[in-house]
C-alpha cells in the first residue's frame, strides 16, 4: 500500500539497531508514550520503573537521572522536579495537611520559609523557626501537630552549620520526619542519609548542572512509603522535567566532585585572605576556624561549597558597600551559584532577618555574599583588591 510523504515521514519503518553506547546516555522526549497493544495499554502502571506511561511519568532520559541523583545522595529512590524550590513544594505538599506544623531553621533559604508563610498557612498548616545551633532547643519545640522538621547544612546567606545529629536525634525522638536541603553539600561534602535524614532535596540548578543554565529540583529518600507518597504527590501536581533538561545535568555530573572541590579550594583561599583584610570584620565560611557552627561543620563534613558570606565593618555605609559590589568586574550581581562564574550579592539583613541581625553577633555590619566559580584564583583575589580599594579607599 502505497502512502502518502506525510505520512511516510511519520510512521517511517526504519528502526536504528538497538546496542548503541556512548559516554551519555541518550535523550529521549516524549509527552506521548506509544504502547505495542491495548492490552500493554491497560497494564501500565506509573508506580515503578519496568516501563513506561506518559511523558510526565518518566522517559529513559529522567529515569537515568533519577537513579544517578539517589546514587549521588546515598538513597534509593529520587524523583525529578522543574527547580529546587519545587522540590521543598512537593515535600511540604506530600507530608503536611491542615492542622500540622512545619519547623524551619531561622536560616533557612528564604523562598521556603515564604512558601510557609502564605501558601502553607492558607492550606492551615503552620510553622515555626527555629535556633539551627540549638538542639535541644528544637527538641522543646516539637508537638504533637510537629509533622516535618526542615534542616539546611549551612543555613542560607548566613551560613550558619548546624548540628545536624543533634537536631535528626531531637526529631527522630519524637517520630517527626526530617527533611534536609542538601544544595550546598551537593551529596558530596556529606551524606544526608548517613546521618538518619529522612528525605533529602536538593536544587539540581547549583552543582549538579554547574552551567549556571538549567532549573531542577530533586527528591531523595531510602524509605520505600515516604518515596510512594511523594511519588503520588508529584504525580497529582503534574511535576516533571523535560528530557533536553536532564540531558544537561546528565552531562555535567561526571564533572561534579571535580568542580565542587576546585569551587571549595578556590573558596577557602579566598575567604582566608578576606579574613585578614582590615575592611572585614567576620567571614562567615562554616569550614573556617571560629565561623558559627565550624565544630559541626569539622565533625560533618568532608568538604564545603566555594560560596560563603563577608561582613564588612560597621563603621562603613551601605553606600560604600554598593560601591564595592559594583566595582567588582568578574564577580558578577546574581542568585544562583555553584557555575563557572563568580557571583557576588550584598544582603540587607536588618530587614530580611531582623531578630537574627539583633541577637548574634557575628551577623553585625555588612553582608556580601560571595559564590566563587572557576576562574583562576589569583584574578578572584586581584578583582575583590581593586574593588575594596575602590570601595573604602586604601587600607588604612
Ligand atoms: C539552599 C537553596 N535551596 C534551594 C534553592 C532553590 O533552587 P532553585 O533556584 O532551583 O529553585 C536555592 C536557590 O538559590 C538555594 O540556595
Not at 506511561?53 to 541523583?69: D, W
Request: hydrophobic share 45%; proline share 6%; net charge neutral.
Amino acid at each position: 500500500m502505497s502512502r502518502d510523504l506525510s505520512t511516510e515521514l511519520i510512521h517511517h519503518p526504519y528502526r536504528p539497531p538497538a546496542g548503541f553506547e556512548a559516554p551519555q546516555p541518550g535523550i529521549h522526549k516524549a509527552s506521548t508514550v506509544i504502547f505495542a497493544n491495548v492490552a500493554a495499554m491497560r497494564a501500565r502502571d506509573w508506580r515503578n520503573k519496568l516501563g513506561y506511561t506518559y511523558g510526565l511519568h518518566g522517559t529513559p532520559t529522567t529515569f537515568a537521572l533519577e537513579e544517578r541523583i539517589a546514587a549521588l545522595e546515598g538513597g534509593r529512590h529520587c524523583v525529578l522536579v522543574p527547580s529546587g524550590l519545587a522540590a521543598i513544594a512537593l515535600v511540604n505538599q506530600a507530608l503536611l495537611a491542615q492542622g500540622d506544623e512545619v519547623l524551619l531553621p531561622d536560616n533557612v533559604y528564604g523562598p521556603s520559609r515564604e512558601l510557609a508563610r502564605t501558601e502553607l498557612a492558607r492550606w492551615g498548616i503552620t510553622h515555626r523557626l527555629y535556633d539551627p545551633l540549638d538542639a535541644a532547643g528544637l527538641a522543646a519545640m516539637i508537638g504533637p501537630r510537629t509533622k516535618l522538621v526542615w534542616l539546611e547544612a549551612p543555613g542560607s546567606v548566613t551560613m550558619e552549620f548546624p548540628d545536624l545529629p543533634g537536631l535528626v536525634a531531637a526529631a527522630r525522638s519524637r517520630g517527626v520526619t526530617t527533611a534536609l536541603d542538601n544544595t550546598w553539600g551537593a551529596g558530596i561534602a556529606f551524606g544526608g542519609f548517613d546521618l538518619g535524614i529522612d528525605i533529602v532535596m536538593q536544587a539540581l540548578t547549583k552543582f549538579p548542572s554547574g552551567g549556571g543554565d538549567v532549573l531542577m529540583g530533586s527528591v531523595t529518600t531510602r524509605d520505600e512509603a515516604l518515596h510512594e507518597r511523594l511519588r503520588l504527590a508529584h504525580m497529582h501536581l503534574g511535576l516533571g522535567v523535560a528530557g533536553n533538561d536532564a540531558e544537561l545535568v546528565l552531562r555535567s555530573l561526571p564533572s561534579l566532585a571535580l568542580r565542587y572541590h576546585a569551587q571549595d579550594v578556590a573558596g577557602r583561599q579566598l575567604a582566608a585572605w578576606l579574613a585578614s583584610r582590615p575592611e572585614v570584620r567576620r567571614v562567615l565560611h562554616p569550614a573556617l576556624d571560629g565561623a558559627p557552627g565550624h565544630e559541626h561543620w569539622r565533625g560533618t563534613c568532608r568538604a564545603a561549597a566555594g560560596l560563603f558570606s563577608v561582613m564588612f565593618d560597621e563603621r562603613y555605609t551601605a553606600a560604600q558597600v554598593d560601591r564595592f559590589v559594583d566595582a567588582l568586574r568578574l564577580f558578577r550581581i546574581g542568585y544562583s551559584w555553584a557555575g563557572p562564574m563568580s557571583l557576588v550579592v550584598p544582603y540587607e539583613l536588618a530587614s530580611m532577618r531582623p531578630e537574627a541581625a539583633r541577637r548574634r553577633d557575628h551577623l553585625r555590619g555588612h553582608l556580601v555574599r560571595l559564590a566563587i566559580g572557576l576562574e583562576a584564583v589569583a584574578d578572584l583575589r586581584d578583582d575583590l583588591a581593586q574593588a575594596l580599594a575602590q570601595g573604602f579607599g586604601a587600607p588604612g
